[in-house]
Each structure stands twice: as structure tokens, then as C-alpha cells.
């Protein structure tokens, strides 16, 4: 027998294997709304005009230099970084507790908040992480790594395709205490359905009844809403109720710098003395997990956050992403309910928000769409809004009409 005969081959990630199949597809009309990418109204991807312009800058300084960044990222990055998830007036970052690292985008935030727990978080019974039924598939995946074991709570509710508010509430109360809970702080993947303000408070009351600990998945900041701060809401409350947690952020979606992979985490700590503790070991971690984080996209995001005109930039850049994908929803809303009269209610398409809609068909629905109309969505009937636009809104439209009547 060989060495490597025991390793069993693996299935290709199912949206890599959706992608590939559009791309060898002729069809002319082919669409993909696979992708979790902004593509802009020609079908491409779009490098926000503020990150070229801090590009331009940063490279026709002569003294930009390669050099290694600190184990823990670039000191500018990263007290922006929390600043902007965690809001210019946190009373955390006035106390100075917040322990922030920068990762390898929200991935990689993700995989060091895992694994920090799995070394130092108490659990009380079982070593196990709860998360939102359905959520990102790499959640299980980066939690089964460090050996945290992961169980679902309801989140959606496939009967109004919304939030099972009732349900995630029974979760966190029937929990075993200081149970950790997986959230995402806003444009929930791949649902499109968020708590509303008053369901995150209900939420954090439920964390404090019980002593859970919270995981912000921040994937999506200004992608929700097209506001920064608003996207920010429930994770800035929560830290003023004193909710134990930790922030994963991710600049890969806001900034268009998904290649460049640059984010951070950031855990709230109760007091100085302990975030400093906490910083030194997540720096310990990263040692030996990559050494130090990449620099090219932290340096821009610095520039950026550090620069109010450029800042003032982004924030029109973020909207125009945001703009352009709630008028799709609009559009599309529209074209079913007013135009074809496509069987069924479509309001979920303009109530959901951010990059994705659940819009609520069938696998077989989903297969169809795919095999009779070159259509490409995954098989839960999430479609990316950001892959519709002006040309083949109406294509896509009819094709929908055509499955599910
Ligand atoms: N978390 C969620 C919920 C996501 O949807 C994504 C990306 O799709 C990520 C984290 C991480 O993305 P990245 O590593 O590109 O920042």
C-alpha cells in the first residue's frame, strides 16, 4: 500500500464547481448569480475609484518599502479597523480593552477567533459552537478544524421566508450557559434576513439572561444598508450591554478587496489588563498560524480610514454598490409581481438585504433553472443580487416565472 491511499477524494466546493460550469457554458444569455462578488451593471467586477486612488498613492511613494509587518498587522489598520466596526465613541475603545489582530481577511478572522476558543474559551459541558440554520458553509468547516463541534439554531423560517425569531430565541434560552452563539451582524449569508432592532435587543437580553458568548461575523458593513454605522448597530449594542464577544471583520466585500484578503478581529475584553493578556496570545497564535498578516491591503484601507476626504469617498463608493442592488431587488420585485404575475408572493426580495436573496424555490426549482435557462444559483435557491443587472434583469425574470409555475 501507498502512503497516501488513505486519503479519500474530496468532492469540489460546490460553488467553485457552479462557477465553472458557467464558464464553459455558450450560452450567450448564460447568468450567475452564484458568486458572493459585487459585480457592477456591465457584469464586472468593480475596483472601487477610492481604493484606486489610495493604490496610486501608496505606490508612487519611493519610500513604500516590503518589509515585514508586526505579528499582529499594521498599527494603523487596525485601530481603524476597530474604530469603524466598533464606533468612534465605544466606550471599549475609550476603556482601551479591545484586543484587535489583523487577519487574513474575515476568513482568517474567523479561523483565529475559532481556535483562540478552542485553547482558552471555558466551556461549561461540551465544546461546541452554535450556529445560524442555514449560515455560511465554512463556519463548520473552520470550527470542525480546531476540534469545536458545531450544532444549529432556526434562523429561517422557510414558511415566510424570514427570520424564525421564535425559534432563535427558544435556542439561546434552552442553551446550556455560557454557550457560544455565531451571528452574523448583518446582510445574513446566505438568507438576506436580519433581526430588526428591537429582535437584537430581545437577542442581547437572552445573551445576558444566559452568560452566552457572542461571535459577530461582520462580512457585509455597508453592504445592507449602504451606511457604515447602521451595518454596525447590533454589534455596538451588544458591547454596550456588555455582552462577552469577539467581532471577525471583513474588508473583502466593502472595499472590493476580496483577493487581497485583509480583516481583523477584535475581542471585547472586560477590562485593560485582560485584553492585553487576550492580544498577547492571539499574537502567539498568528506566530505560528502565518507570522505576520499581508500588507498591501491594510496599508490602503489605512490611507483610506485615515484620510476624512477619501473616507467621504468610500462611503459614496459603498452606496453606489448598495444602490445598484436594492434597485435590482426593486426591479425584479416589480417585474414578478406587477408584470408577469409570476405565481406566489416576492415582497422577501425587497425585504431581504444585502448581497443575497433567498428567494424561496425548490431544488428541483433551482435544477431547472440552471439545465432549461442557463441560470446559475446553488441548489438552496440563493441567488447573488449583485450578479443581476439592466441586460439581463428580465431575462432572469421570466426564466423564474417559467419554473415555478
Ligand atoms: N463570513 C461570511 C458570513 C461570509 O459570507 C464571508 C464571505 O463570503 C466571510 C465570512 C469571509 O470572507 P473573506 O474571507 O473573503 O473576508
Redesign the pocket.
Known amino acids: 500500500a501507498e502512503t497516501w491511499d488513505i486519503v479519500p477524494q474530496a468532492p469540489p466546493d460546490s460553488i467553485f464547481k457552479l462557477t465553472a460550469a458557467y464558464q464553459a457554458d455558450p450560452y450567450p444569455q448564460k447568468v450567475n448569480l452564484g458568486v458572493?462578488a459585487y459585480r457592477d451593471d456591465d457584469n464586472k467586477p468593480w475596483v472601487l475609484p477610492v481604493v484606486r486612488k489610495a493604490s496610486h498613492i501608496l505606490l508612487s511613494d519611493p519610500t513604500l518599502h516590503h518589509e515585514y509587518l508586526p505579528i499582529t498587522g499594521l498599527p494603523e489598520f487596525v485601530s481603524g479597523a476597530a474604530r469603524l466596526i466598533l464606533g468612534d465613541d465605544s466606550p471599549a475603545l475609550a476603556d482601551d480593552r479591545v484586543a484587535s489582530v489583523q487577519t487574513?481577511?474575515?476568513?482568517?478572522?474567523?479561523h483565529l477567533a475559532a481556535l483562540f476558543l478552542s485553547k482558552y474559551y471555558q466551556f461549561d459541558g461540551e465544546r461546541v459552537v452554535y450556529l445560524s440554520d442555514p449560515?455560511?458553509v465554512?463556519?463548520f468547516a473552520i470550527f470542525e478544524n480546531v476540534g469545536i463541534k458545531q450544532r444549529t439554531y432556526p434562523y429561517y423560517d422557510s414558511k415566510t421566508i424570514g427570520l424564525d425569531f421564535d425559534g432563535f430565541l427558544a435556542a439561546l434560552q434552552s442553551a446550556p450557559g455560557r454557550s457560544v452563539f455565531l451571528v452574523?451582524a448583518c446582510a445574513?449569508?446566505?438568507t438576506g434576513v436580519d433581526p430588526t432592532e428591537e429582535q437584537w435587543e430581545t437577542i442581547a437580553q437572552a445573551f445576558i439572561a444566559k452568560k452566552h458568548y457572542a461571535i459577530f461575523?461582520?462580512?457585509?458593513q455597508g453592504f445592507a444598508s449602504g451606511d457604515l454605522d447602521r451595518d454596525a448597530k447590533a454589534i455596538r449594542y451588544f458591547v454596550r450591554r456588555g455582552v462577552p464577544m469577539l467581532v471577525?471583520q471583513?474588508?473583502?466585500?466593502n472595499a472590493g478587496l476580496?483577493g487581497e484578503?485583509?480583516?481583523a478581529l477584535h475581542l471585547i475584553a472586560p477590562n485593560k489588563e485582560t485584553a492585553t493578556r487576550v492580544r498577547s496570545q492571539l499574537s502567539v497564535l498568528q506566530r505560528s498560524e502565518i507570522s505576520n498578516p499581508p500588507s498591501y491591503g491594510a496599508r490602503v484601507i489605512a490611507l483610506i480610514l485615515g484620510n476624512p476626504e477619501l473616507f467621504e469617498e468610500w462611503k459614496a463608493d459603498i452606496r453606489t454598490m448598495a444602490d445598484r442592488i436594492i434597485d435590482m431587488r426593486k426591479r425584479l420585485h416589480s417585474l414578478l409581481t406587477n408584470e408577469l404575475r409570476t405565481p406566489g408572493n416576492w415582497d422577501h426580495i425587497v425585504n431581504q438585504i444585502g448581497?443575497f436573496s433567498f428567494t424561496g424555490i425548490s431544488t428541483a426549482q433551482s435544477k431547472a433553472l440552471i439545465d432549461d435557462a442557463h441560470v446559475y444559483l446553488t441548489s438552496n435557491g440563493r441567488i447573488s443580487m449583485a450578479g443581476l443587472n439592466s441586460k439581463n434583469l428580465r431575462y432572469f425574470a421570466e426564466a423564474l416565472d417559467r419554473v415555478v409555475r
Open positions: 458572493g487574513i481577511s474575515g476568513t482568517g478572522a474567523n449560515t455560511w465554512n463556519h452574523h445574513h449569508n446566505p461575523d461582520s462580512a457585509y471577525c471583513s474588508f473583502a466585500k476580496y484578503r485583509v480583516g448581497m
